[in-house]
């Protein structure tokens, strides 16, 4: 069983930085993925990393945004830097149980969201 917690978003300033961290237990080799669901807006995919190491990130946030993982604490990262106030949004954590994926794949699993708010 898969469970996923967010944590870190809060409010900043533009310009400001941001990192978010989901806590994750089960297979550490995942797939994991970032997303957003900004106000009034469908949820969009951000950034993910599969079960070899590489990552994906949205050309929205491409050079601002950077996931990571630690496969030893379970801890799923996205580093937010230079945020916008675009880049409001509930954010969350998801995974899939395979190896291979990018940010068009499904994911199973889905935490709770945290919020970030960019003024």
């Known amino acids: 069983h898969v469970q996923l917690v967010e944590s870190g978003g809060g409010s900043v300033q533009a310009g400001g930085s941001l990192k978010l961290s989901c806590s994750f237990s089960g297979y550490s080799r995942y797939c994991m993925g970032w997303f957003r669901q900004p106000p009034g807006k469908e949820r969009e995919g951000v950034a993910a990393?599969?079960?070899?190491?590489?990552?994906f990130h949205a050309d929205s946030v491409k050079g601002r945004f950077t996931i990571s993982r630690d496969a030893v604490k379970n801890i799923l990262y996205l580093q937010m830097n230079s945020l916008e106030p675009e880049d409001k949004a509930m954010y969350y954590c998801a995974a899939a149980p395979k190896r291979w994926c990018d940010l068009n794949s499904q994911y199973d699993y889905w935490g709770q969201g945290t919020q970030v708010t960019v003024s």
């Open positions: 990393i599969n079960g070899f190491g590489n990552t």
